[in-house]
């Protein structure tokens, strides 16, 4: 997808979208998602075709918009109108990468993700009588929202181990203690936003009649919408607030490994990094690839550069960026990977 996220630049130690080169890393909102796969994915477009290899099936470089917002006006879009002129056997996108310090502390790991989770945007709302700050009362919008999402976020919710993440374990061991690691293992919700008010700005002497609060969940494979929905109501326990569905994905299909395209992009790694761990991750954002796999399509996401963990954190944030002399390597093997797969029958 080549649509990013909005940027907000006074945070910023460089132009968000200047693309600037500074210590080796090129900087930018997009540089990891995730502009900087979609120019590997160019360059290796543009490669097999000086090389002409030996190809049994097409090709297709599809670059679209509106990833960030769901997808309708791009895959999505794509799927309902071209699905019979695209047809894929596979799909390559984004999702995993190379790290010594994401996966695991101190070992070389190349996670290929196979899987994602259940994406459920969910938006609260308490609805209460407005009035004078001077004059507190039991009606407030404002406190009974805060008293329920207190009660939400009292423990973690419910999460069961699957089989993706055990290989994940298997293969490598004690896994990081970082903030991707664990959305890897666990479902999670996070608040994401939080209004109320009266004016613009609000008034700080009135009572609002309405506060909401929006809820960002992404739910591993094998578990239903209805009982992670059935849990945060039994949490929240008040029957008065408002819960509302604002997105939700496909439910998670989990792609084989067994597939001769997995295989090549393992191989390759490997012919480059002898020694190095491959194996299958969940991955624990969203991406366009989930919504091929309901259809049946193999859906790999995979950056095969070696990124540290500071830069694959810097998605969405601050300060995206890529190191520059990991895009070279990850094109040939993106390059051979694909070319091992186009000579076979």
């Known amino acids: 997808h080549m649509d990013v996220v909005p940027a907000d630049a006074t945070r910023w130690p460089v132009p968000p979208f200047s693309g600037e080169l500074r210590d080796g890393e090129l900087w930018g909102r997009g540089a990891v998602d995730m502009k900087g796969i979609g120019v590997t994915h160019l360059y290796a477009f543009l490669q097999l075709k000086k090389q002409n290899p030996k190809r049994t099936r097409d090709v297709i470089l599809l670059a679209v918009p509106d990833e960030e917002a769901g997808g309708i006006l791009g895959a999505r879009y794509m799927l309902k109108q071209h699905y019979q002129d695209l047809d894929p056997e596979y799909i390559l996108d984004e999702g995993g990468c190379g790290s010594r310090d994401l996966f695991a502390d101190d070992k070389l790991v190349f996670g290929i993700g196979v899987a994602e989770k259940k994406i459920l945007w969910l938006k609260l709302r308490a609805e209460g009588v407005a ?19 207190s009660r939400l976020f009292a423990e973690p919710m419910p999460s069961a181990e699957i089989d993706v993440v055990k290989t994940l374990r298997g293969r490598v061991g004690t896994l990081a203690k970082n903030k991707y690691m664990r959305a890897i293992e666990h479902s999670t919700m996070a608040l994401t936003t939080l209004r109320s008010g009266v004016g613009d700005p609000p008034k700080a002497n009135v009572i609002p009649s ?15 919408k209805e009982s992670w929905l059935a849990e945060i109501w039994r949490r929240l326990a ?48 969203g991406t366009d690839s989930n919504a091929f796999r309901p259809r049946g399509v193999n859906s790999y996401g995979f950056f095969p550069v070696v990124l540290p963990a500071k830069n694959v954190a810097s998605m969405h944030g601050d300060s995206e960026r890529v190191p520059v002399s990991a895009l070279k390597p990850g094109l040939q093997i993106l390059y051979e990977a694909l070319a091992e797969l186009l000579a076979q029958p």
């Open 131 to 149: 009035g004078h700050g001077s004059q507190p009362h039991e009606q407030n919008p404002n406190d009974r929202l805060l008293r329920a999402l």
């Open 210 to 224: 309405v506060a909401e609060a929006t809820l960002d969940c992404r739910v591993l494979p094998g578990t239903s």
């Open 238 to 285: 008040d029957p008065e607030l408002k819960l509302t569905i604002l997105y939700e994905s496909d439910d998670p299909v989990v792609t084989p490994t067994t597939t001769p395209f997995y295989r090549a992009l393992e191989s390759a790694v490997l012919r480059h990094h002898p020694g190095a761990i491959v194996t299958p991750i969940l991955i624990p954002y």
